[in-house]
C-alpha cells in the first residue's frame, strides 16, 4: 500500500512538473524571441552543465572556455539568423583549451589535453548546436509549427512509450544501455508520435507531409537520443543527469530526445526544404 502511494505521489509530482514545463516551453515559442531565446540559453547552459559533470567524472574538462563559447555562439546564431557563425567559436574553443593544457603541464608539469579538448568541444556540439538550431527555427517562416511539431510529438512519444511498455512491454530493446526499455514500449512510442502529428496537421489545416516527416524523426531517432543519453550515464555510472526538474532528473534527461530530434528538423526544414 505504501509503495503504490508512493508511486502514484512520484507520477502526480512528475505530471506536475512536466504541465508546468510544457506550459513554458509552448508560451516561449508562442512569444518567439528575445524570450525564445532566453528560454533556450537557460535550458541549455543548464544542460551544458549537467553534460560537463558526467564527463568530469571520466576526465578534465574545461567548463569556463565551454560555457564561454557556448553563451557566445547562442548569441551569435539567434543575431545572425545563421547557426554558421558558430563555427569559429566551435573551433576556437577546442584549441584554446589546448593553449591553457600547454600552460599547464609548463607550470604544473600534467596536462588533460585530450579529454579537456574533446570534451569541452563535445558539449558545445552536443548540446550548444542543437539549441542554437531551435532559436534559429522560431524565425523561419513555418517556426512556430515546426517547434510546435517537434515538442508535441517528442512528448507523445515519451507518453506511449511509457505506457505502451509498461503494460505490454515484454521484449528489452537495448539491456545492456537501459534495462526497462523494450520494443513494444519503442513501437508505442512511434504511434503515439505518428499520431500527435497526424492530429496537429489536421488540427492546423495544413499538408500532413511536413508533421508526418517530424513526427517519424521523433518517433524513432528520439528514442534513440534518449539511449545515448543513458549510455552516457551509464558510462558515468549516475542515474540522472542532475535533479533540478522534480520527478524527471536533470534538463539532460528531460531534453535529451530533443536534441537529437532538433537537429533533424533543422537538416530537412532549415537546409534543404
Known amino acids: 500500500m505504501e509503495q ?78 545563421d547557426p554558421a557563425v558558430m563555427l569559429p567559436l566551435m573551433a576556437a574553443a577546442p584549441i584554446l583549451v589546448l593553449f591553457v593544457e600547454v600552460a599547464r603541464k609548463h607550470i604544473l608539469g600534467e596536462s588533460h589535453g585530450i579529454t579537456s579538448s574533446g570534451g569541452t568541444a563535445a558539449g558545445i556540439l552536443y548540446i550548444v548546436l542543437p539549441w542554437s538550431f531551435m532559436v534559429v527555427l522560431r524565425d523561419h517562416m513555418w517556426g512556430s509549427y515546426l517547434l510546435v511539431a517537434l515538442f508535441a510529438c517528442t512528448w507523445s512519444c515519451d507518453v506511449f512509450a511509457y505506457l505502451v511498455g509498461s503494460r505490454w512491454g515484454n521484449t528489452l530493446l537495448c539491456p545492456a544501455v537501459s534495462p526497462r ?59 540522472d543527469s542532475g535533479d533540478i526538474i522534480p520527478g524527471h532528473g536533470g534538463m539532460l ?17 532549415g537546409v534543404l526544404w
Not at 43 to 67: A, D, T
Not at 183 to 207: I, Q
Not at 255 to 261: A, E, G, H, P
Open 4 to 81: 503504490s502511494r508512493s508511486s502514484a505521489r512520484d507520477l502526480a509530482i512528475r505530471s506536475a512538473t512536466g504541465l508546468v514545463l510544457g506550459l513554458a516551453i509552448l508560451g516561449g515559442i508562442y512569444l518567439g524571441n528575445p524570450y525564445w531565446f532566453a528560454l533556450c540559453l537557460v535550458i541549455c547552459m543548464v544542460s551544458l552543465g549537467e553534460f560537463y559533470r558526467m564527463i568530469s567524472r571520466k576526465g578534465h574538462v574545461s567548463r569556463v572556455v565551454g560555457f564561454g563559447a557556448g553563451v557566445s555562439s547562442l548569441f551569435a546564431a539567434v543575431y545572425s539568423n
Open 253 to 269: 534527461d528531460r531534453f535529451d530526445s530533443i536534441l537529437v530530434n532538433s537537429v533533424l528538423v533543422f537538416i530537412v526544414f
Open 181 to 239: 526499455k523494450t520494443v513494444e514500449g519503442f513501437l508505442g512510442g512511434l504511434a503515439g508520435s505518428l499520431l500527435c502529428g497526424g492530429a496537429l496537421a489536421y488540427y492546423w489545416g495544413m499538408s500532413p507531409l511536413p508533421i508526418i516527416i517530424i513526427a517519424l524523426f521523433c518517433g524513432t531517432f528520439g528514442q534513440v537520443g534518449d539511449l545515448a543519453e543513458s549510455l552516457l550515464k551509464r558510462e558515468a555510472d549516475i542515474k
